[in-house]
């Protein structure tokens, strides 16, 4: 049986971060039973080979085959094992105020036992939190704090009970999301119905396709007014928003300052600099009166 591990204490400063880094080790061999316990932060136990079982605040035992996260919630009990032959895991400590958003993403999910298509890019990023946690030193938390980010996010990708055809669904959407397009409209670009269509975006992307849509658009406008010269009304336009003053509202809703005065903080244009371009639509759209209100570009959309 081979077992290992290093913890960390993070002080005020870093608990103030978000996300904290308590601990990481790993562990193989025939491991003892774990639990009934309960803790009172996050735990992802990443199982990278074998098998057992697992079983939550109900009691119920469910198998678990590797490759597996489980994941430990803070104030629920859980009970785990290896079956006789033992596995192999690895463990990453975290809390802070950030998992709120994390767990809202979908990305700490309900669940707390979900397959994963593979484990070899989450491990290279425990064997970096483990790096740093060994090397100590004043920003070694810091540095392993930012590796759960990682982790987190890469688990997520993983995913083996998601839908595998969210990633398109995502993809076209971005390809798309400038274009003066409602979301049923959208839904059908996509062959899909307005509810398979937010089951999909929720899947992948851990908001609702009006979020997402509006995200893609915010950050297009973005790059057009730091990079160019062009009228706000212009800019409206290129990001699917027909009505310069919606368009302005939203943006300064979400954004916090108007289009006017973002361009103004942040314009890096020389005549020469221009943004990066992401992909063009496939087609050009339909001449239309604009994009529906309260579609792609309304703020604070339902999920």
């Known amino acids: 049986?081979?077992?290992?591990?290093?913890?960390?204490t993070p002080?005020?400063?870093?608990?103030?971060?978000?996300?904290?880094?308590?601990?990481?080790g790993r562990q193989h061999g025939r491991l003892p039973v774990v639990g009934p316990r309960t803790l009172d932060h996050w735990v992802a136990v990443v199982v990278t080979g074998g098998r057992g079982w697992f079983a939550g605040g109900d009691g119920v035992r469910?198998?678990?085959?590797?490759?597996?996260?489980?994941?430990?919630?803070?104030?629920?009990?859980?009970?785990?094992?290896?079956?006789?032959?033992?596995?192999s895991e690895s463990f990453v400590d975290f809390t802070g105020s950030a998992t709120a958003g994390y767990a809202e993403l979908g990305l700490l999910p309900d669940?707390?036992?979900?397959?994963?298509?593979?484990?070899?890019?989450?491990?290279?990023?425990?064997?970096?939190?483990?790096?740093?946690?060994?090397?100590?030193?004043?920003?070694?938390?810091?540095?392993?704090?930012?590796?759960?980010h990682e982790l987190l996010v890469e688990l997520g990708r993983r995913r083996a009970d998601l839908d595998p055809d969210s990633e398109p669904v995502l993809?076209?959407?971005r390809r798309n999301a400038c274009l003066p397009l409602s979301v049923a409209q959208h839904a059908r670009r996509a062959g899909l119905t307005v509810a398979e269509l937010r089951r999909a975006v929720q899947a992948?992307?851990?908001?609702?396709?009006?979020?997402?849509?509006?995200?893609v658009r915010l950050d297009e406008a973005k790059e057009l007014l730091a990079a160019g010269e062009l009228p706000v009304a212009a800019v409206a336009r290129r990001v699917g928003y027909e009505d310069?003053?919606?368009?302005?509202?939203?943006?300064?809703?979400?954004?916090?300052?108007p289009p006017s005065v973002f361009r103004a903080r942040r314009y890096r244009g020389d005549g020469e600099l221009r943004a990066v371009r992401r992909r063009e639509?496939?087609?050009?759209?339909?001449?239309?009166?604009?994009?529906?209100?309260?579609?792609?570009?309304?703020p604070g959309a339902t999920r």
């Open 1 to 8: 049986m081979e077992r290992w591990w290093q913890y960390l």
């Open 11 to 24: 002080g005020p400063a870093q608990l103030s971060t978000g996300l904290a880094c308590l601990g990481v």
């Open 62 to 87: 469910q198998p678990v085959r590797a490759p597996a996260v489980l994941w430990l919630r803070p104030g629920v009990s859980h009970h785990y094992a290896p079956d006789g032959d033992g596995w």
């Open 111 to 148: 669940v707390q036992v979900t397959p994963l298509t593979g484990v070899a890019a989450a491990q290279r990023v425990i064997g970096r939190i483990a790096a740093a946690c060994r090397r100590g030193g004043p920003l070694a938390g810091v540095e392993a704090g930012a590796g759960v």
């Open 171 to 173: 993809e076209l959407l």
């Open 204 to 215: 992948g992307g851990g908001v609702g396709p009006k979020e997402y849509l509006l995200t």
């Open 244 to 257: 310069p003053a919606y368009f302005t509202r939203i943006f300064t809703r979400r954004v916090g300052l």
């Open 281 to 298: 639509p496939a087609e050009e759209p339909a001449r239309s009166s604009g994009p529906e209100r309260g579609s792609a570009e309304a």
